[in-house]
């Protein structure tokens, strides 16, 4: 088919329709590296600005750190810049599997498989792992990555209300009939910043026979005393069955993700999973970097300490500032508005006073729940938070939400 | 709302809505356009209504749109008891 005005106008339609439904994304050009303050051009085609961010998913400050950066130089020279091949042909260098060794060491786990990024390791383990005679058991708001990942398995699909442990009970109690259950949840949720209760989950999967898949990319590196991640946190280190996760956050921020876990289980993606089988190996210069990352974060807990500082810091700022926030502990610190224009406005009216935060609405969050994710990086300053909670309080007053509960602000958003 | 609506409602009370949430269902209050259920976990429902009701719902006509209120849930129902019991 030609790409004629008719089929044109087919796309055009569409994208109005997406521009006309506000759920039109575009880019903000970074003139800077990723970091505490970067410079910022936006829209397209104005003069570049310098922010305070509090949106990147930086969470040890490590994206852009002079030893990160200098292994990487090194891994560029000493292995080159690209594999030119998806790992089981050629594509697999020592330095692949001394990651992959390391970070089964780093995360409790038997054995480690990398992939591409954990979107990969996601759309790629279940069909790997599964089939009909099983069935998943998903939190219902697992990340994006991981719906997709199950909708390619042919496994039986369930999913129980968020952290509701009676209805994971319901399920597998109504799954008892199947050869596997699998119950699938991530670490740390990425939208409330709230912890999934793996202790009761890993007990109700010793209780009815399931395993347990956990993605922690919003917590390796930096949750648990150690910054194991969310199993060490709620003290089931080597209890979880399958850990997903990324070196796309914490650790480097680069790119790249893996399943770690069960060696048999990790031994059935490499042999099965596509995204790995069909995918160029990480790069070199990735692999390098993220080697340098767990050398730092295994010698020393003082950057996931000072993000813990952070992000209590900051969280008692906005709450004595009368802002009304999701409760939780880690660095992903929901300031909720509920409406999804206000989160629009508000995040627009941040950006003018120097705060790059980003406002996220339905479809991404449920309907009626909009609000500012905001994000703590070890790479914050106090004075950092202390400015960017006066481009807050600025901003909330413009809006007169200070001081406002839930109610009032559902009830402000429907007036 | 007739019995077949009801038993579909209180599906959907118990399967989708949060503890303390204290919405009002109706047969016509939009479940997926109204944020309630999603795709990813309207499948429960739909097994749900083909296990009580000894019918299979093919996927392709399982839409959103098919699912996205009581009332259309029991009239998919309905349809598919009447043709699957013909086809009988």
Known sequence: MAFNDNVRNTFETELEAIRAAGLFKQERYLHSPQFSEIEVEFPAGATVRRCINVCANNYLGLSSHPDVIAAAHAGLDSRGYGMSSVRFICGTQDIHRQLETRLTDFLGTEDTLLFPSCMDANGGFFEACLKEQDVMIADRLVHASIVDGMRL??????????????????????????????????????????????????????????????????????????????????GVLGKIDVITTTLGKALGGASGGCVSGRKELVE???????????????????????????????????????????????????????????????????????????????????????????????????????????????????????????????????????????????????? | MDELMKVIHDYVVKEYLEEGDDRVITEMTPLITGGIVDSFSMVSLKRFLERKYSIRIPDEDATPDEFDSVQRIAALVRRFQQSQQVGA
């Open chain 1, 268 to 415: 059935m993606c490499r042999q099965r999973a596509r995204p790995y089988l069909f995918s160029n190996a990480v790069a070199p210069v990735i692999v390098a970097g993220a080697l340098k990352v767990l050398d730092l974060i295994s010698t020393s807990t003082d950057r996931r300490d000072k993000l813990e500082w952070n992000a209590k810091y900051w969280r008692g700022l906005l709450k004595d500032a009368g802002f009304d926030l999701k409760e939780g502990e880690s660095p992903i610190v929901p300031v909720m508005l509920y409406d999804a224009k206000l989160a629009q406005d508000f995040a627009t009216d941040l950006f003018n006073e120097g705060v790059y935060a980003v406002g996220f609405f339905f479809p991404v969050v449920a309907k009626g729940q909009a609000r500012i994710r905001t994000q703590l990086s070890a790479a914050h300053e106090k004075h950092h938070l202390d400015a960017a909670l006066e481009a807050f309080k600025k901003v909330g007053g413009k809006h007169g939400i200070l001081g406002l509960g839930k109610k009032e602000l559902i009830a402000r958003a429907g007036a």
């Open chain 1, 153 to 234: 398995c042919k496994a039986m699909q369930d999913t129980y209300k968020h952290s509701d442990m009676n209805h994971l009970e319901e399920k597998l109690i109504e799954h008892q009939d199947k050869r596997v259950r699998m119950i699938i949840t991530d670490g740390v949720f990425s939208m409330d910043g709230d912890f999934a209760k793996l202790s009761e989950i890993v007990a109700l999967a010793e209780k009815y026979d399931a395993m347990v898949f956990v993605d922690d990319s919003h917590a390796t590196g930096f949750i648990g005393r150690t910054g194991r991640g969310t199993h060490e946190h709620c």
